[in-house]
């Protein structure tokens, strides 16, 4: 039997020992992607140090629908990458690198379609406040081995460690996806009727919705949306305002667009995801989870010189 | 579960020695003891066990291990209750154990250093379904068919759906992460909870996550769920429900070997096709399912493959015809599809009653639970016949093999002299085998004691270290279920906590 002679995850590429010799072990160092979502989370500190994460597929497995990547390959790349085997991933195509995706957490605007960010990420690679590669999760679909720091990373905003490399989740791309639009639909009731929409839109007046799998399916969910409203074929969803309000799906059913300012809003109804124009009121941690928060960035980053500045308290 | 008490590996049994060295006196703890009289008077009497029977019973779960006397019993019914022991647990220094059914497979509800356990028991209420929110509100005691079951008149379900379900609680389910059948597509647990009232070690009350979208912070519910009752205990759980598909097509396909089944479901999910369900079943596991419930499946292939999709009717019409054209390219001898629901009924009871029908081979089983990559599925499935069949253990083989989690199941009498050292020798060799193939150790039943000697296979020093930090930002002094899922020398506050048991109170 051929034990293998070092752990599965121990890492060999230089490419990342490069880099967590770049992050070294001392100063405040930050991490920058594309700056698609810099200010997520609160301003850097003027004195870290800004570096950029490795780039490149590691491996891809079609057949097994996983994605290693290193973290500064930027998503529309690594998307390129994975249509040419007919897949696609649960990140946010938005202009950013893998890494910002994971580390910010947002879910694409079809995520109701291509899953959620959160349960996409199957292993992590991080250099530690320490300057150690650190691995956790692991490479196959299925895993419960130990304790889950995939998990912890996704919406970190690298302050627990600076993301390097990730393996990620993949699925197949479906055979049709079409985007439809109504003026007097009523969301809400759609949401009852369709199945699985890969998203569905409210402006408080027009209602869009993405449907995809096999063109057989699309068809008769088509036909079926013509008791709901008069529905036409669109371009693609509307031009989204550019604050995220997270609120639950149930608040979206008492939506009348008096909570903006402008009154302009478009509603991800189904998982509670709203744009506006006005930022979202501030939320709070409740106390325990607060602290929580607190010992956990200790735990993981006691001198505080990972991307210092940010916390996902506020974000 | 019938199974004759098993002795464990090494490594447990020392702990467990000394966990009972600790103590000293064989026999009950009295009324007397102040802990189990502080605990009564927070619960009530009649809700704090100490008797001998009770707690022998709690040594073990469904798993091979044992663990040492547990400390007092104690059945809450409400949050505050929970907190109630927490504090009481910190003020005496115990540890604290979360028990849900029992049907653990890693040895995680059993107890280390004399914790008290805390049952689930009596906290099994559906709290709220939220149709708004597609959300149910329950206590984490509820058993996982019975929300199902509950969800069933709205046209909904809870996913995750373990082969246990009629008997393995939504707090054990949230604690292993557990997976089923039906997790290819739709996700295993941890895709499943929005939010968790928990009570941290300190006896503080939170709640992780939320029903908004995207909710603040670190995902302190994605760490919590999975992580096995070490962080604290869940007191209730948000989860999502999900639709009933309109429509659902199961599959039977037969083949000589289980080689050809395995390339099958590789072939499948390279297609792009992603099912609800595929599960395989080797010749010997077939054999006995039919001798014990007649489900319909064919004794004399190597290998049958249960495939199931579900969506619009035209789709999976067009899936279940893919299928079949993929299993007959690889091999398959016969495509059945099941006509009516009774059968569909049928052919997935086999399936789920897969492990009673063991106890109709062998007095005992140990079912290991490892992943590889959907690919390395033949060859491995290959070397574990081969190193059951050197180390003179029967296998079974029955695996969700949609994602590549195989079950291999060794099946023996544990009164036979040396069989039970044969087993672990051939489990040890199953799971190098797995990790070498590029799996991983444990796809939905957890590390627990089971497997935390073979954490290195995965990760280094300091992949683990990082493991016991997140541990510790919940839990500084492990008093939650010590003695689990890391090594021991990766988690030292652990050995503390097993050493910290006084001297006078029975361990
Ligand atoms: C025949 C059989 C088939 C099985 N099939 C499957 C399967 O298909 N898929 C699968 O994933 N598993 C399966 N299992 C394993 C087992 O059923 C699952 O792990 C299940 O989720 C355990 O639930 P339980 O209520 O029995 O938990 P227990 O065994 O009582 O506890 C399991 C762990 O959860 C912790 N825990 C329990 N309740 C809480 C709580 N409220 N808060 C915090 N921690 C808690 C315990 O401390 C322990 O570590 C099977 C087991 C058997 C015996």
Redesign the pocket.
């Given at each position: 039997m051929d034990a293998p002679k070092q752990p599965l995850l121990a890492v060999d590429d230089p490419v990342l020992h490069a880099f967590a010799e770049e992050v070294g072990a001392e100063g405040p160092v930050a991490i920058e992607g594309n700056r698609t979502r810099w200010h997520v989370g609160g301003d850097l500190a003027a004195d870290a140090r800004v570096i950029k994460a490795p780039t490149g597929m590691v491996a891809y497995a079609p057949e097994e629908m996983t994605a290693q990547v290193r973290v500064g390959t930027p998503v529309a790349e690594f998307h390129a990458a994975l249509a040419e085997k007919g897949q696609r991933s649960a990140l946010p195509e938005r202009g950013g690198t893998v890494g910002g995706a994971i580390a910010v957490g947002q879910n694409a605007l079809s995520m109701l379609g291509r899953g959620r960010v959160r349960t996409s990420v199957l292993q992590i690679r991080y250099i530690s406040s320490e300057g150690r590669i650190i691995s956790g999760g692991g490479p196959t679909v299925k895993n419960v081995t130990g304790f889950d720091l995939p998990r912890l990373m996704v919406g970190s905003l690298g302050t627990l460690g600076l993301l390097a490399e990730a393996v990620i989740r993949t699925n197949p791309i479906p055979e049709v996806s079409v985007w439809l639009r109504s003026d007097d639909a009523d969301p809400f009731g759609i949401a009852a009727t369709v199945l699985k929409p890969s998203a569905l839109l409210w402006d408080g007046t027009a209602t869009w919705v993405e449907l995809e799998g096999h063109g057989i399916d699309v068809a008769a969910e088509t036909a079926a949306l013509a008791a709901s409203g008069t529905f036409r074929e669109a371009e693609g969803p509307p031009a989204l305002p550019a604050q995220r309000w997270s609120l639950k799906p149930s608040e979206l059913l008492k939506l009348t667009g008096a909570e903006f300012e402008t009154g302009e809003f478009v509603a991800s109804v189904g998982t509670g995801t709203v744009w506006a124009a006005k930022p979202q009121p501030p939320r709070q941690l409740n106390r325990a989870a607060q602290l929580l928060t607190h010992r956990m960035k200790a735990e993981f980053d006691p001198p505080g010189r990972l991307n210092p500045g940010r916390t996902v308290e506020t974000a | 579960?019938a199974r004759s008490a098993l002795k464990s590996l090494q490594s447990l049994k020392d702990l467990a020695g000394r966990a009972s060295r600790s103590g000293g006196r064989p026999a009950d703890e009295t009324a007397s003891d102040p802990l189990i009289g502080e605990l009564r008077a927070a619960l009530s009497p009649d809700r704090v066990r100490s008797d001998g029977a009770q707690k022998a019973l709690m040594k073990k779960?469904?798993s091979v291990f044992e663990g040492g006397v547990s400390g007092p019993l104690c059945y809450p019914e409400s949050t505050a209750e929970v907190q109630a022991i927490m504090k009481l647990a910190e003020k005496y220094d115990r540890g604290v154990?979360?028990?849900?059914?029992?049907?653990?497979?890693a040895g995680?509800?059993i107890p280390l250093g004399a914790p008290i356990v805390i049952a689930?028991t009596k906290m099994n209420h559906i709290l709220e379904v939220d149709l708004d929110n597609r959300i149910a509100w329950v206590e984490?005691g509820v058993i996982n068919l019975d929300l199902t079951k509950h969800l069933a008149p709205m046209g909904f379900h809870f996913a995750p759906d373990?082969?246990?379900q009629q008997v393995?609680?939504i707090?054990?389910?949230v604690?292993?992460n557990?997976?089923?059948p039906h997790c290819l597509a739709y996700g295993v647990t941890n895709a499943h909870v929005v939010a968790l009232e928990v009570v941290l070690p300190s006896g503080e009350v939170t709640v992780l996550g939320g029903l908004d979208a995207e909710p603040l912070g670190y995902d302190l519910r994605g760490a919590f769920v999975g992580s096995?009752?070490t962080l604290g205990?869940?007191t209730k759980v948000a989860v999502t429900i999900t639709p009933n598909a309109p429509d659902v097509r199961t599959l039977l396909l037969s083949f000589d070997t289980v080689r050809d089944a395995a390339n099958t479901v590789s072939a499948i999910i390279a297609a792009g096709i992603v099912p609800a369900a595929l599960e395989v079943m080797d010749q010997r596991i077939t054999q006995a399912v039919e001798a014990y419930v007649g489900a319909g499946y064919p004794t004399d292939a190597g290998a049958v493959l249960l495939a199931e999709v579900d969506g619009l009717a035209d789709g999976i019409k067009i899936d279940a015809e893919r299928i079949g054209d993929i299993g007959r390219q690889h091999g398959a001898t016969n495509v059945r599809q099941a006509e009516t629901d009774h059968e569909r009924a049928l052919l997935w009871k086999g399936r789920k009653t897969a492990?009673g029908a063991i106890a109709q081979i062998a007095p005992d089983y140990y079912l290991h639970d490892t992943v590889v990559p959907r690919s390395k599925l033949a060859d491995v499935l290959e070397q574990i016949y081969e190193i059951a069949d050197r180390h003179d253990v029967l296998v079974m083989n029955v695996f969700h093999a949609g994602d590549g989690n195989l079950h291999p199941l060794l099946v023996f009498d544990g009164r036979e002299e040396g069989k039970l050292d044969a087993v672990h020798a051939a489990g040890a060799e199953i799971v190098t085998a797995s990790v070498a193939a590029g799996g991983v150790l444990s796809g939905?039943?957890g590390i627990?004691v089971e497997k935390q000697a073979y954490m290195d296979l995965m990760f280094t020093d300091d992949d683990m270290d990082h493991q016991a930090r997140l541990r510790r930002a919940f839990d500084p002094v492990c008093r939650a279920?010590p003695g689990?899922v890391l090594p021991m020398g990766h988690s030292c506050a652990d050995i503390a906590a097993l050493r910290s048991v006084p001297a006078d109170v029975w361990g």
């Open positions: - | 579960m779960d469904a154990v979360p028990r849900g059914a029992g049907t653990g497979l995680g509800a689930a984490p373990p082969s246990s393995c609680t707090g054990g389910n604690a292993n557990s997976g089923g096995e009752g205990f869940t492990f939905e039943h627990g279920n689990k």
